[in-house]
């Protein structure tokens, strides 16, 4: 019989058993969420683990973090990328930020049901942050130019993993005036572009893309 976790183990076969409970458990907990919270849009319920949970996890085709790494999610709404990327990566320490105090409130109360113990939740401005991150990850939530002059301060500058510290986001569409504009604050970035169907063959896919800015 389909599953829904189908489309999950189709690119990811190698889910340990907590993990495919945990991602299996996923849908209710949105689904009776969402009733309350406006979370994800209501179309979309029924596309959870295509257009949320497989498009989170596109990072974890990128990059594979090291036990004890910490990233930022930035602007998390209901918990993406944050909560797949938490469920993928148990080692790693996940602190999801978002300014708006009923989506947050949803995001740890979904951890919570799942006992996730690498996730932080910050209810309000990243300005606020008291510490560092080796990844700042995000999606579509601002032109790339202001989340790097919102977080520039917030990137550690010892690299760990396999990939130098930077930002990790998940954007659509042409992004050539957004690389431009980031580019003009500082020359000394790297910006590298991953179509996201080189990974997922599902036609959502076909338009959305991976950014990894970097220093040189």
């Not at 907590?18 to 596309?47: C, G, H, M, P, W």
Request: aromatic letters at 12%; a negative charge.
């Amino acid at each position: 019989m389909f599953s829904m976790l189908d489309i999950i183990l189709k690119y990811f076969p190698d889910l340990t058993n907590d993990q495919k409970q945990k991602f299996e458990a996923l849908y209710e907990l949105y689904k009776t969420a969402n009733e309350k919270v406006n979370v994800i849009s209501r179309k979309d319920i029924d596309q959870l683990y295509e257009r949320h949970i497989l498009h989170s996890l596109a990072i974890a085709k990128f990059v594979q973090f090291i036990p004890h790494t910490k990233v930022l999610d930035l602007g998390t709404g209901g918990g993406f990328p944050g909560i797949p990327l938490a469920i993928m990566f148990p080692e790693v320490n996940f602190t999801l930020c978002d300014s708006i105090s009923k989506k947050i409130v949803v995001a740890e109360s979904i951890a919570e049901a799942l006992d996730l113990q690498n996730t932080d939740f910050v209810i309000g401005r990243v300005e606020n942050l008291k510490e560092q991150f080796e990844f700042i990850v995000s999606r579509a939530v601002a032109p790339m130019e202001q989340l790097y002059r919102w977080t520039q301060h917030y990137i550690d500058e010892t690299d760990r993993n396999n990939k130098i510290n930077g930002y990790i986001l998940l954007k659509g569409g042409d992004l050539k005036d957004e690389t431009k504009d980031l580019k003009r604050i500082n020359r000394q970035l790297n910006v590298d572009e991953y179509e996201l169907s080189g990974w997922f063959s599902e036609d959502f896919f076909e338009t959305k893309k991976l950014v990894y800015i970097y220093r040189f």
